[in-house]
């Protein structure tokens, strides 16, 4: 029986405590730190303090060469340090102390035999992992989620039940319904709740406006198999790896157009046939003309009708299988082949209009972080939409992924001679 139990410090990044400009207090300067309750250029981050605990239940099963391992873990950090985009284009990034996170789960591991010796040996290993903040009251009273919340509510007031108007005119004013007005396309919506500031999903990047980050870096299973057989000079390794459960998204997914800024009527259509009002349109009344609003808004995603929860949807699994072969051709010459991702291939997660059954999809992140945002509604019928903007999330494909997410790398091979002299 083995146990630990101790308290840790983190320091803080000291790049977030103050930022260096010409004129380090104008609003420009200030804009993101304002929501979060700082009018100055200087910004006290405390060190991030936890408690760990572990406990570890070991054993050698009597008269054979199998053991294994049963550790439950509990991590609980006070002032947790929550990073989120001062520029997205640069990808540069602040962080503030906001909130308590929990970190808890258990890891098994199973051993048989020695790697060493002639015969079949192996080792797996599983972890589950379950990771949630909740983000505290700041100085100004407001959660971190302050912002999106208030975008939440400036979304409600456009509603039937928020009092929003069914028409408007081209100066954004409300008006009765005429073919010279437009329709309301939040009119019919159901109002939105607040995103919770409790037990929320980890993420490095906080989801904020529309493009910052959407996909959290925790995965919940993760399990790996190790098997060799060696046969004097020769032995050979397979390797399985397993990870799932990583979730992603954002409640701030894509824009829409403000109709209380003032859009033109879009001539020759109806707002009850157009596919944009997705709330349904007012009989009699233009569609817009998305060319000629003057303003855009936070709105719910245009496919789930919803200002989407944090960690709503389900990253997709992955299973990676590798092969090691060696061979000692002397007692001084080891050669070593390794063969990775025979196997690699994602399945499963969520199942939404954006997402594919192709497997070498492994995750899905916010459109738009540093480049163009999703469409939403912003666009006027028969307009041809790239499938990129199309949807507000879209497949991680490349090679970097800030997030931690995991994205499908190809079959390698590897031949190694280790050299004793």
């Known amino acids: 029986l083995r146990a630990s139990i101790g308290k840790y410090a983190e320091p803080p990044n000291a790049a977030f405590e103050q930022y260096s400009s010409l004129q380090e207090n104008l609003p420009g300067v200030l804009a993101a730190f304002v929501p979060f309750g700082f009018n100055t250029p200087g910004h ?23 053991s294994f391992k049963l550790s439950p873990f509990l991590r609980k950090t006070k002032d947790q340090i929550q990073q989120f985009f001062l520029d997205q284009q640069s990808g540069f990034v602040s962080g503030l102390n906001v909130g308590r996170q929990t970190s808890e789960g258990l890891e098994f591991q199973l051993n048989k035999g020695d790697f060493s010796r002639n015969g079949l040996s192996g080792q797996l290993a599983f972890t589950y992992t379950h990771s949630v903040i909740s983000y505290d009251k700041l100085a ?27 028409c408007y005119d ?43 980050s959407a996909a959290s870096y925790g995965v919940p ?25 990583g979730r992603y998204g954002s409640p701030e997914s894509n824009y829409g157009i403000d109709p209380t800024a003032g859009c033109k009527p879009l001539a020759g259509t109806v707002s009850t ?16 003309d998305a060319t000629s609003c003057a303003g855009v808004l936070p709105v719910p995603n245009t496919f789930t009708k919803q200002f989407d929860n944090l960690g709503a949807f389900v990253q ?17 010459i080891t050669l ?22 192709d497997h070498n999809v492994c995750s899905y992140n916010i459109v ?24 507000p999330y879209l497949a991680n494909l490349g090679s970097v992924n800030v997030d931690g997410s995991s994205t499908k790398t190809p079959f390698n091979f590897f031949l190694e001679a280790k050299i004793k002299l």
């Open 221 to 245: 299973y993760f399990a790996a198999l190790i098997l060799n057989y060696k046969h004097d000079k020769f032995a050979i390794t397979p390797t399985v790896q397993f990870q799932g459960g």
């Open 368 to 391: 738009g972080a540093g480049a163009i945002p999703p469409v939403g509604n912003v666009y006027n019928p028969g307009t041809p939409i790239s499938q990129f903007v199309k949807y």
């Open 140 to 166: 100004n009273g407001n959660t971190v989620l302050a912002g999106i919340n208030s975008d939440i509510d400036s979304f409600n007031k456009l509603t039937q039940a928020g009092g929003g108007a069914a």
């Open 44 to 66: 006290t981050v405390r060190p991030a303090t936890s408690i760990n605990a572990d406990f570890s239940l070991e054993h050698h099963i009597k008269n054979t060469d199998w």
């Open 316 to 332: 997709p699994s992955q299973i990676v299988a590798n092969v090691q072969v060696s061979y000692e051709a002397s007692p001084k």
């Open 273 to 288: 046939s157009d596919p944009r009002y997705i709330y349904g349109g007012q009989p009699g009344a233009a569609g817009y």
């Open 336 to 357: 070593i082949g390794t063969f990775a991702n025979v196997v690699n291939s994602c399945f499963g997660g969520s199942k939404t209009a954006w997402t594919s059954n």
């Open 170 to 212: 081209s100066t954004g004013a409300a008006a009765p319904c005429s073919a010279a007005t437009i329709a309301n396309p939040y009119y019919g919506a159901t109002p939105q709740g607040h995103i919770s500031a409790d037990n929320v999903p980890t993420y490095d990047l906080l989801p904020g406006p529309i493009g910052a």
